[in-house]
């Protein structure tokens, strides 16, 4: 079973803090930043839930909850810039509010992908987002605390996806995942990506007025977030979903993916912005 081999650990106090530069925050990234820091600290939920999957496996669950530990350290990161950024952030009551309002469900005891390697596979599809999310921030950002967090965060998931990659190599072997097969499951949790746990994690760390509405703070967070994606990130995403299901990462459909992605984000997140979302 794979381990966190190279693991480079760090810790809060290896952020340069005293960097902070209020004048160079961006009020859109704060809001990004805030609903990752959210969604970074559920991670110990879904370290039960993946306990629960691979109950058989205790390497594996041992493993994802070390994984679990660097992932909550990620929301507790985020949180402490946000605050900074803005005072008025409440970390622990976002929480609290996001936890009340959505709910992961751990009671499962066989994988929701249908198989031990797709539900590896699709938490490959959730770190190669989340790599990707950070580097396009840390290139974003003029803030430099920010952007040696995002360079740090962007590291860790990049490691994150390498060894859920090579784990996922173990069950394939035995699971036998068709090529088709191996494609639903990614893109699948592809399009869960943008699913109802970022609407409420934009909502609850964001304060947002009245009650929760989907479209509304899903289109809140789309508009932010797809706008702040350069084009070699969205290449480099493509590139590491085509690894997944077993495809050639590189070569001209890739490359015309990847560039396709890229206007379809960039669209939206006018179209968006002309209509206020």
């Not at 974003?140 to 990049?158: F, W």
């Not at 893109?187 to 479209?215: I, T």
């Not at 995403?237 to 984000?265: E, N, Q």
Request: hydrophobic share 40%; aromatic share 10%; with cysteine.
């Amino acid at each position: 079973m794979t381990h966190w081999s190279d693991m480079n650990l760090w810790t809060m106090d290896d952020i340069p803090w005293h960097q902070f530069d209020p004048s160079r925050v961006d009020p859109d990234l704060v809001k990004l930043v805030k609903a990752a820091s959210l969604v970074e600290n559920n991670a110990n939920i879904y370290a039960d839930y993946m306990g629960n999957v691979f109950h058989q496996y205790p390497d594996l669950q041992n493993l994802t909850r070390v994984w679990a530990g660097e992932e909550v350290r990620h929301g507790e990161t985020l949180a402490r810039w946000a605050t900074l950024a803005d005072p008025d952030f409440n970390f622990e009551e976002a929480v609290k509010q996001f936890r009340n309002n959505f709910q992961v469900p751990i009671e499962q005891s066989s994988s929701v992908r249908g198989s031990l390697s797709g539900e590896l596979l699709a938490r490959c599809v959730v770190e190669t987002g989340t790599s990707s999310h950070y580097t396009a921030i840390r290139h974003t950002t003029q803030e430099p605390v920010l952007k040696e967090i995002c360079h740090r965060l962007a590291s860790d998931e990049l490691r994150h996806y390498r060894t859920f990659y090579e784990t996922s190599k173990t069950f394939l072997a035995t699971d036998k995942i068709s090529l088709a097969g191996r494609i639903k499951v990614v893109a699948g949790r592809v399009l869960e990506l943008g699913d109802e746990e970022m609407a409420h994690a934009y909502y609850a760390a964001n304060d947002e007025k009245g009650p929760f509405d989907h479209k509304r703070n899903s289109q809140a967070y789309a508009r932010r977030v797809y706008a702040i994606y350069q084009p070699h990130v969205v290449e480099r995403i493509v590139a590491m979903l085509f690894k997944i299901v077993g495809l050639k990462p590189h070569g001209w459909i890739c490359r015309f993916i990847g560039r396709r992605a890229h206007s379809f984000m960039q669209g939206r997140a006018r179209r968006l912005a002309r209509a206020g979302g």
